[in-house]
């Protein structure tokens, strides 16, 4: 009985890391046909047959190939999601979002699909739109976390998703600008510096 008390858990984990997985494939198929054919050429049977999955299995999963997309930065925002909680309480919140932000476009961890969803993002309306709706969805998570370090409430208090907004918000410009300027310099780097120019404190 113990031993199937232990066990329980594992299932749904399981599954859920499963799940994760086939998002993840299915994004990151959208990346690479878009990278090999261009964007317009793309459809979403294609995305599934790179994915090794039926078109019924992306549409579990996705609403649009834009939206397909997209999702492969979800990992890259829980990164920035996990390293504003590891920051010590005492810091001081911008100090920590920027810490976060940048942390998530660091080396190693930082990846080429992110250059290419910013790239293509630029030069396709579609999934900019698509981009500025993710955005939002993962500034309401990350607002969660500043509502949880500042003591104010993520639904009531406007300052946790205003900080958590603006944060994404300045990030997403400064990469954009740097995507455009040929990334010369470390994206991290850049990062913190927008941070320290729009800083905002409770």
């Not at 294609?46 to 979800?74: C, H, L, Q, W």
């Not at 911008?94 to 990846?111: C, K, Q």
């Not at 630029?122 to 990350?142: D, G, K």
């Not at 907004?165 to 997403?172: D, E, G, I, Q």
């Amino acid at each position: 009985m113990s031993t199937a008390a232990r066990r329980e858990p594992a299932g749904p984990g399981l599954r859920e890391r499963k799940k994760r997985a086939t998002r993840t494939a299915l994004s990151l198929a959208a990346l690479r046909l878009a990278a090999e054919r261009g964007w317009a050429a793309v459809r979403v049977e294609d995305i599934a047959a790179e994915a090794g999955v039926s078109p019924r299995t992306f549409n579990n999963y996705f609403s649009s190939k834009e939206e397909a997309v997209m999702a492969s930065g979800a990992d890259r925002a829980e990164r920035v999601r996990e390293e504003l909680a590891a920051r010590p309480p005492e810091e001081p919140l911008w100090d920590a979002l920027t810490h976060a932000f940048a942390a998530a476009l660091a080396e190693p961890s930082f990846d080429p699909a992110t250059v290419l969803r910013a790239r293509l993002a630029l030069t396709h309306s579609q999934l900019a739109a698509e981009q500025v709706r993710f955005e939002a969805r993962m500034a309401a998570i990350l607002a969660t976390e500043i509502a949880r370090r500042t003591g104010t409430d993520a639904e009531r208090d406007l300052y946790p998703r205003l900080a958590a907004t603006l944060a994404f918000t300045t990030c997403r410009l400064t990469f954009e600008h740097w995507v455009r300027g040929g990334g010369d310099t470390p994206a991290a780097d850049a990062v913190r510096r927008a941070m320290r120019r729009v800083r905002v404190d409770p």
